[in-house]
C-alpha cells in the first residue's frame, strides 16, 4: 500500500488553506520528500488532508525502479482523476521519479493530468500550481539539496533524514542516476539541526537516507563522522541508515557503528547476485570475495549485527548456475530479511540495450524459491531468538491484541509484547517467548 503524508502546518500570514492530498509509493526516500513537497508547498498555503475528497491538490510521489511500480502509479492516476469533484478546481498530479524518467510525455499519456514534477523540482511547485495550464518541472539540478525547507514530518517514533541526494554509481540496471541526478550531501551542521528538531518533536529514532548513504562527504565531513554527530544529539536514541553501497563502507564507518551505542546493530547491504559474473556485468564495484570480506570485518567489530540485502533475479546473462551462487550466498551470509526483485528492463540505462536471457517463467521461478529460502531462513533466525531479550522502541498497539504493544527491536523485527507499565516511545526490555518468519513475541520484563 501507498503511505500518507501527514499534516503540516500553515505558515504565518498564509491565505484560505487549501488542501493538499499526498500518496507515496516506492522507497524511503519518496516518504521523506513527500514530508519535503508538504513543508515547500505550506509556504504557499496548502496544508495536508487525508483523503482526494477533500484536496485542491492531488499528489502521487512516484517510483520508476521497475515497470511494475509505474503501471500501478499509472492506474491509480487515471482512477484519481475520473473520480475528481467538479465542483471546484482540483489539480492532479505526479511527483518523483516516474514523473522525472517520462517527464512532460505523461501529460500526453495520461489526459487530464494537471502536472509533472521531478525530485529537483520541489522547491518551484508553488508556483507551477498557480499557472491554469498543464505543466511540467523536470529540471535536474545538481545543487538542489533543500536544505533550508523543513519537512512535515509526520507522527511516530522514527524520522526520515535525507542527508545526501542523487548517486553517481550508474549501475547498468538502475534508472536512480538518471531520474535523481548527480550525488551531493548535505551540510553535517544543517543535519545535526534538524536531527535537533526531530529530538523536539518527541521522535527518537532517526534514519539517515540516500541511495548510497554511505558515500555522504561534505567538507571533511564523511558518513562515519556524520553518524557520530547525529548519535551524539539529545534526545535521539536510534541511530539507522539506507542504504549503503558496499564498495562505500569505510573503516570510519564501521568504526562510528561500533563505537555509538545509539547506532542500531543491523545494516540493509544490498549485493543483487551471489555471482561474480553477475555483478561485473551489473557494473556494482565489487566482487562476491569484497563483500564476503566486508560482511566478515563488520560482524568481527559489531558480533550482533544483522543483515539485510537486495537481490535482483534474471538479469540478462543470469544462468542456472550464477543463481544457484545468488541462493548459496544468502544462505552463507545468513541474510535476517531480504526485498527480492525480478530483474525489470528500464529505459535510458546501459541493460535496457541488451537482450533479456531469462523468461518470465524462469525469473518467477527464481524468485519464488528465493523467498521460501528466505522465509525459512528469517524463521529459522527467529526461533533462535526464543529465551533472548529485545530492547524494543513502542510505536503502537498491536493490530490483533489491543491492550498489547509492538515496536522495532534492534535488528528492526517487529516486536509484539504484553506490556507492563511499558508506553508509545518507551524503550523496554522484551523477553522473546514465540516468533514466526515475520514476528517476534513476547512479555516486557522491565521498564
Ligand atoms: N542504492 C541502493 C543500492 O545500490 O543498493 C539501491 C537503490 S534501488 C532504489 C533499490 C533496489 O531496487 C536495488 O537494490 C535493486 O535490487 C532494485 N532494482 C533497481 N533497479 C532494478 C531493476 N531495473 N529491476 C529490478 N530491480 C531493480
Ligand atoms: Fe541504483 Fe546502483 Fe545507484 Fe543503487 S548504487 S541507486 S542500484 S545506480
New binding site residues.
Partial sequence: MPSLTGTADLSPGAARAKGLYVETYG?QMNLADSELIVGALARHGYTAVAAPEDADVVLLNTCA??EHAEQRVAQRVRQLIAGRRDDRRVRVGLAGCMAQHHRERLLELIPGLDFVVGPDGYRRLGELLEGDEPAADVQLDRRETYEDIAPARGEGMRAWLTIMRG?D?F?T????PFVRGRERSLPASVLEDEARRIAALGMKEVVLLG??VNAYRHDDVDFGELLRRIAAVDGIERVRYT?P?PADMSDSDIAAMKECPEVMPYVHL?V?SGSDRMLAAMDRGHTIDEYRALVARMREAMPDLAFST???VGYPGETEEDFEKTSALMEEVGFDHA?M??????EG?R?FKIDETVGEQDKGRRLTRLIEEQEARAARVHRTLVGSVSRVLVESNAKRQADWLAGKNEHFKTVVFEPHGAAIGDIVAVRIESSSSHTLRGVQIES
Avoid: E, L
Wanted: glycine content about 0%.
Fill in positions: 522507497c525502479i521497475r548517486c554509481r549501475c540496471f538502475c534508472v536512480v541511495q548510497t542504504s553501497h544490498p543483487q537486495d537481490i535482483i526485498f526483485f525480478k530483474y525489470s528492463a528500464r540505462t541493460a
